[in-house]
């Protein structure tokens, strides 16, 4: 079984790259993001403030949440319910950053994470993957982009789900979110010590996918 960890800041293309590759080995990809999101819309739904940690962790005995796949996509039920592109809007982003940041959210998710990559050969995207997750992941991969890159490629996502943001306000709302990932107390969103650091900002995605397919060949043998 193969355990490929990427992590690394929003925006930095890592669910793109991280479908490519799980498609070439033919393994399994897990988008964490969307399980934080999850919680961060429960949240919001009950009008709890997604910072009060004693609110919030009030809730979790009320979620149950189910990764499954259907044709080789990750959905995400929350108690039994199929949330879609409701969790992809920038208010759920924010709600999902706040809520990342509790230690109970991060422990009652744990499991759900192992778990699956005890089952199944994986490649995971997150923020705590190579840190916290997986940390004897056969390849660890942080990859980032430059700001305005990131933010470009995340209003261009956005426009495409037909959700109408500025740049200025996706940028700036990026910049906050990464200051909070990366300098909060529990599983900060940072490369670990043996991760790869890629910066693609002038990469195709293809480009960056044939790129990491190089690195995994020559750390697992594995061709993707
Ligand atoms: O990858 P994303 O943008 O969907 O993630 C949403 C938020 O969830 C992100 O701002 C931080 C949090 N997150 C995390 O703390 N740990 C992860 N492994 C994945 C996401």
């Not at 108690?79 to 992809?88: A, C, P, S, T, Y």
Request: hydrophobic share 40%; net charge negative; with cysteine.
């Amino acid at each position: 079984m193969i355990q490929i960890a990427i992590d690394g800041p929003s925006g930095a293309g890592k669910s793109t790259v991280a479908k490519a590759l799980a498609a070439k080995l033919g393994i399994v990809y897990v988008d964490t993001g969307a399980l934080y999101r999850t919680i961060g819309y429960y949240v919001r739904s009950k009008n709890v403030d997604p910072k009060d940690p004693v609110a919030v962790e009030a809730l979790l005995p009320e979620i149950e949440i189910e990764l499954k796949y259907e044709n080789g996509t990750q959905i995400v039920c929350l108690n039994g319910e199929n949330l879609g592109d409701k969790i992809r809007t920038p208010e759920m982003s924010m709600y999902a950053s706040a809520v990342s940041a509790i230690p109970a959210v991060r422990a009652f998710l744990l499991d759900t994470q192992r778990d699956i990559a005890k089952k199944n050969s994986v490649i995971m995207d997150g923020r705590d993957i190579g840190t916290v997750i997986l940390p004897n992941a056969d390849v660890k991969i942080y990859l980032t982009a430059s700001n305005e890159c990131r933010a470009q490629r995340r209003c261009d996502e956005l426009k495409a789900k037909g959700i109408e943001t500025s740049y200025e306000e996706v940028l700036a709302d990026m910049i906050e979110r990464d200051r909070a990932d990366s300098t909060r107390e529990v599983a900060p969103a940072v490369a670990a010590p043996d991760a790869v650091t890629f910066d693609n900002s002038w990469m195709t995605p293809d480009e960056c996918t044939a790129k990491l397919a190089e690195l995994v060949l020559s750390k697992t043998g594995a061709r993707a």
